[in-house]
């Protein structure tokens, strides 16, 4: 395994706009992210200050209570796509590492651990970290190859999670669908 820094694989997208009238803007926010991962649809009256540009494909890491691990994989050419700059847009260097791996890799208990016990307090609930120690983070990264089985593994285990997540979700309507279906049995 080839030890590296963050800071060597990928980048911090800091490009910032003040969002303009009159034209209307996809917002990754924090609440966004904590309601389902889906970006808001609003105007610069809603927004009303500097954003950073998200890029076409990226990975949106928080960098508050990185313990809650809001980690945003951003693979669209949506149109005046913004976030909040407590999100560090981080774009990836696929040459050097993959787009899948790296998004594990920055959710890991590791990285959140090491982050965690560094950063700095704007106040007791709010710690924030600084950017330049996230790219100053040693890592081990195996072959490009081996990156890429791991990141598809991972991935394809999350979408069965979520598809788990889904029919879970429809089992009480399942459920008292059965219920009702006995009752008009029993009538």
């Given at each position: 395994m080839k030890k590296s820094k963050l800071g060597e694989v990928l980048s911090i997208s800091s490009m910032s706009v003040i969002p303009q009238a009159g034209i209307t803007y996809k917002l990754y926010s924090l609440p966004s992210f904590d309601d389902g991962q889906e970006p808001e649809t609003?105007?610069?009256?809603?927004?009303?200050?500097?954003?950073?540009?998200?890029?076409?494909?990226?990975?949106?890491?928080?960098?508050?209570?990185?313990?809650?691990?809001?980690?945003?994989?951003?693979n669209n050419n949506i149109p005046n796509k913004l976030c909040s700059t407590e999100f560090l847009p981080l774009v990836i260097n696929e040459d050097l590492i993959d787009y899948q791996y790296c998004y594990y890799l920055l959710a890991s208990d590791y990285l959140t651990n090491y982050l965690c016990g560094i950063n700095s307090n704007t106040s007791g609930s709010h710690k924030r970290i600084n950017p330049d120690i996230l790219l100053s983070v040693d890592v081990a990264l195996p072959t490009l190859n081996e990156q890429k089985r791991i990141g598809s593994m991972l991935a394809n285990l999350d979408r069965k999670i979520e598809i788990n997540r889904a029919i879970n979700h429809n089992l009480p309507t399942l459920d008292r669908s059965l219920e009702v279906a006995r009752m008009r049995l029993a009538a």
């Open positions: 609003a105007g610069s009256e809603t927004i009303q200050s500097n954003k950073y540009v998200v890029p076409t494909r990226c990975i949106l890491f928080n960098k508050l209570n990185v313990r809650f691990k809001r980690i945003w994989r951003i």
